[in-house]
Structures are given as structure tokens and as C-alpha cells.
């Protein structure tokens, strides 16, 4: 049967998502949500989209879609989420899933008592390169994983408009940025709880009122520490975008570029071993979001929980507010 599929928002990350979708076997993008008409047109005629909303209430009150992929700013991620969950109808919902942790709790319960499925768009846990590293580190050819080392900047650019108003998006490039590479981190640890957050996070490189620098460590239950950069105008970042490493006891492992270097028994010589796989492109990257629609469209079919779901993104929400609550008093945050 046909899996109908509404999308809200009608910006940058709405049409990839909407590119994913139209690559699946029996998916329609059946409707389409946005507060300004034309932009909302445009958007319905590019993707052959039949129905159009000024708001996710009209949408529900129509019904007939399965899912809503909700691609707006951070202050709408919630209420929409919500509404279309509670109506039983299945969310994906961009990062950072929601303003704070409060926000976030609520669409938990809302997904729990509907049965209807929630599932961040946590989108490097689908990345070829990121699930190799991870197939690498978890088959313990790394050894013990003691420290990671992970980054998500913009160099010499960051958004403007919504992004870098805190009553919109909730906080800056700690919000928008870092949570990707703390989703990464953790993926790649095997999806550990975190224990104590300590962050400097400020605002060095425009005048707006949310951060555009941070700095982050985050201890883990199973041991492993993670160190985490994120930024909007950045000067320089070490190579693409985002990277992240990791420091085994019996070797060192990274993506972007992806391989891994293991000593031998008496260190005096080093394997390095390719992922073999192609070096990607600075995003937006197609492959990894399309692989992130599929999983939501098999999880729905299947009826299973996606990976990563709202508590996953619960637990990134969790860590960002303890980061912007360290950088405020200086302390370590126990979590
Ligand atoms: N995973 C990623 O790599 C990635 C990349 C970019 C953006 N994002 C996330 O996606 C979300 C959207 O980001 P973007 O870059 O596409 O932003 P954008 O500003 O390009 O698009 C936001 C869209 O929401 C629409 N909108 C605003 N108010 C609305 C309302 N009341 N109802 C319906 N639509 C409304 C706007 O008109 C616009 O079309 C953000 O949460 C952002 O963090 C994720």
C-alpha cells in the first residue's frame, strides 16, 4: 500500500528530504505545510505535491497521511510533532528535535501514548563512512575506546535569519552544530549514557544573541570521553565539515576521510586500512539522508522503532542543555 508522507516547512532541508522519499518504492509526498503560499506552490509544483496546508492543524483535521517529516525552525519542531502524533500519524523530525529537554519529554510521551512512531533526523548515523567506523569500533578492532575527538563547523560562514534567534531555535551553533557531532560520538561508542558534561560555549564572530562557538566534553558511562568542537565562522576546521576519531588501546580510528591505523604488537610498525569506500563531498550529502528516509519509511512498514528515536534524541537534547548550563556557572554537569 502506498505510505502517504506530509512534509512541513518548504526550505533547504525539506527538498532533500522530499528527493529521498520520492526514491522509494510506493512513498507519495502526499502534502505539503508552510505558512507562505507561494513558497509553499513552489515547492508543491517542484515535487508534484497535491495537497497544501497553512498549518499542520489543517493537515490533521483532513487526515489521510501516514507520516510528517517536520523540517521547520527549532520552535515549531515540538507543537508540530506533537499534534501529528497525537492524531496517530508517525513523525520524523529534524535536529535539535526540540527548544530543551521539557519540549523533548513531551513529544516522548505524545509518540508513547499514540503508539505513533518519532524519529530524529540524526542524519551522520547514516552516513556509509560513520557505520563502517562503527562496525570497525564495535568488532573491537580498536580495543577499548578511550577518548573520541569530534567537530561540526562552518568555516568562514554560518545561517542567518531564524538560526541565530534564541526564541526560534533555542540556542546557536551548539544547538545546530554540536549536536551532530555528539550523535556521532555516541553512535559510534555503541550509544552509551552520558554521566557529566563540562562546555565553554560564547559568541566571537557575529553579533546576534545565540553562541557560535563551543567546546565540549562529555564523560560516558562505559568509560570513554568525548571531545567535541562546534562552530559558525569558524576560521578553520581540520578538514570536511565534520569529522570524528577515535582512540583505541589497540588502535586509532576516523571518517571524512575514513580509515583506521593499527600498531603491531611492538608499535614499531603501523597497518593503516582504508574504508575503501568514496570520499564524500562537503554536504549537503544525498546518501545518508536518503538511507535516513528509508529507515523512517521501513521502520513505519515493519512497524518498528526507528534508530535513532526520540529517546536518542532526548539524550543529545539532555547533553546541549548541560553543555549551555556548564558554560554558564563553569561547573561540571552530573547528568
Ligand atoms: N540534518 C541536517 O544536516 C540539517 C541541515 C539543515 C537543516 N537542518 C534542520 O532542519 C530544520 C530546518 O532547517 P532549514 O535549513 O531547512 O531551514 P530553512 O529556514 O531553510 O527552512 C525552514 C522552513 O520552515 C518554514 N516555516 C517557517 N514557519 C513555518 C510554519 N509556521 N509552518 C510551516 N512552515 C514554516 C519556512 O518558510 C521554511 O520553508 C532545522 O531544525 C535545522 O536544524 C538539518
Request: one cysteine or more; glycine letters at 8%.
Given at each position: 500500500?502506498?505510505?502517504?508522507?506530509?512534509?512541513?516547512?518548504?526550505?533547504?532541508?525539506?527538498r532533500?528530504?522530499?528527493?529521498?522519499?520520492?526514491?522509494?518504492?510506493?512513498?507519495?509526498?502526499e502534502?505539503?505545510?508552510?505558512?507562505?503560499?507561494?513558497?509553499?506552490?513552489?515547492?508543491?509544483?517542484?515535487?508534484?505535491?497535491?495537497?497544501?496546508?497553512?498549518?499542520?492543524?489543517?493537515?490533521?483535521?483532513?487526515?489521510?497521511?501516514?507520516?510528517?517529516?517536520?523540517?521547520?525552525?527549532?520552535?515549531?519542531?515540538?507543537?508540530?510533532?506533537?499534534?501529528?502524533?497525537?492524531?496517530?500519524?508517525?513523525?520524523?523530525?529534524?535536529?535539535?528535535?526540540?527548544?530543551?529537554?521539557?519540549?523533548?519529554?513531551?513529544?516522548?510521551?505524545?509518540?508513547?501514548?499514540?503508539?505513533?512512531?518519532?524519529?530524529?533526523?540524526?542524519?551522520?548515523?547514516?552516513?556509509?563512512?560513520?557505520?563502517?567506523?562503527?562496525?570497525?569500533?564495535?568488532?573491537?578492532?580498536?580495543?577499548?575506546?578511550?577518548?573520541?575527538?569530534?567537530?561540526?563547523?562552518?568555516?568562514?560562514?554560518?545561517?542567518?535569519?531564524?538560526?541565530?534567534?534564541?526564541?526560534?531555535?533555542?540556542?546557536?551553533?551548539t544547538?545546530?552544530?554540536?549536536?551532530?557531532?555528539?550523535?556521532?560520538?555516541r553512535?559510534?561508542?555503541?550509544?552509551?549514557?552520558?554521566?557529566s558534561?563540562?562546555?565553554?560555549?560564547?559568541?566571537?564572530?557575529?553579533?546576534?544573541?545565540?553562541?557560535?562557538?563551543?567546546?565540549?566534553?562529555?564523560?560516558?558511562?562505559?568509560?570513554?570521553?568525548?571531545?567535541?568542537e562546534?562552530?559558525?565562522?569558524?576560521?578553520?576546521?581540520?578538514?570536511?565539515?565534520?569529522?570524528?576519531?577515535?582512540?583505541?588501546?589497540?588502535?586509532?580510528?576516523?571518517?571524512?576521510?575514513?580509515?583506521?591505523?593499527?600498531?603491531?604488537?611492538?608499535?614499531?610498525?603501523?597497518?593503516?586500512?582504508?574504508?575503501?569506500?568514496?570520499?564524500?563531498?562537503?554536504?549537503?550529502?544525498r546518501?545518508?539522508?536518503?538511507?535516513?528516509?528509508?529507515?523512517?519509511?521501513?521502520?513505519?512498514?515493519?512497524?518498528?522503532?526507528?534508530?535513532p528515536?526520540?529517546?536518542?534524541?532526548?539524550?543529545?537534547?539532555?547533553?546541549?542543555?548541560?553543555?549551555?548550563?556548564?558554560?554558564?556557572?563553569?561547573?561540571?554537569?552530573?547528568?
Open positions: 500500500m502506498t505510505l502517504k508522507i506530509a512534509i512541513a516547512g518548504t526550505g533547504l532541508i525539506t532533500v528530504h522530499a528527493r529521498g522519499a520520492q526514491k522509494i518504492p510506493d512513498v507519495a509526498l502534502a505539503v505545510v508552510n505558512h507562505r503560499p507561494e513558497s509553499m506552490a513552489t515547492f508543491a509544483a517542484e515535487f508534484q505535491v497535491p495537497r497544501q496546508y497553512a498549518n499542520v492543524t489543517d493537515l490533521l483535521e483532513d487526515g489521510n497521511v501516514d507520516a510528517l517529516v517536520v523540517c521547520t525552525p527549532n520552535y515549531l519542531h515540538a507543537p508540530q510533532s506533537i499534534a501529528a502524533l497525537e492524531a496517530g500519524v508517525h513523525v520524523m523530525v529534524e535536529k535539535p528535535m526540540a527548544m530543551n529537554t521539557t519540549e523533548a519529554q513531551a513529544m516522548l510521551s505524545a509518540s508513547k501514548k499514540s503508539g505513533a512512531l518519532l524519529m530524529v533526523a540524526q542524519c551522520w548515523r547514516f552516513s556509509p563512512e560513520v557505520r563502517w567506523l562503527r562496525d570497525q569500533a564495535a568488532g573491537g578492532r580498536l580495543g577499548s575506546i578511550i577518548r573520541t575527538k569530534g567537530y561540526c563547523s562552518h568555516v568562514n560562514r554560518g545561517p542567518g535569519g531564524w538560526f541565530t534567534q534564541q526564541e526560534l531555535a533555542g540556542g546557536g551553533a544547538a545546530d552544530m554540536a549536536i551532530h557531532a555528539l550523535d556521532t560520538a553512535f559510534l561508542l555503541g550509544d552509551p549514557q552520558p554521566v558534561v563540562y562546555a565553554r560555549i560564547g559568541t566571537y564572530y557575529n553579533d546576534f544573541d545565540v553562541d557560535d562557538t563551543s567546546v565540549i566534553i562529555v564523560n560516558w558511562d562505559q568509560g570513554t570521553t568525548s571531545y567535541i562546534a562552530g559558525w565562522w569558524q576560521p578553520h576546521s581540520d578538514e570536511a565539515q565534520a569529522a570524528a576519531q577515535l582512540y583505541g588501546t589497540a588502535g586509532f580510528g576516523r571518517v571524512f576521510p575514513s580509515y583506521l591505523e593499527i600498531p603491531d604488537a611492538d608499535k614499531s610498525e603501523v597497518q593503516c586500512i582504508d574504508s575503501g569506500l568514496p570520499p564524500v563531498d562537503e554536504p549537503p550529502q546518501e545518508r539522508f536518503n538511507a535516513q528516509m528509508a529507515h523512517f519509511v521501513t521502520c513505519i512498514r515493519e512497524g518498528r522503532q526507528p534508530s528515536d526520540g529517546a536518542d534524541g532526548w539524550l543529545n537534547m539532555r547533553v546541549i542543555e548541560a553543555a549551555y548550563r556548564s558554560a554558564e556557572t563553569g561547573q561540571v554537569i552530573s547528568l
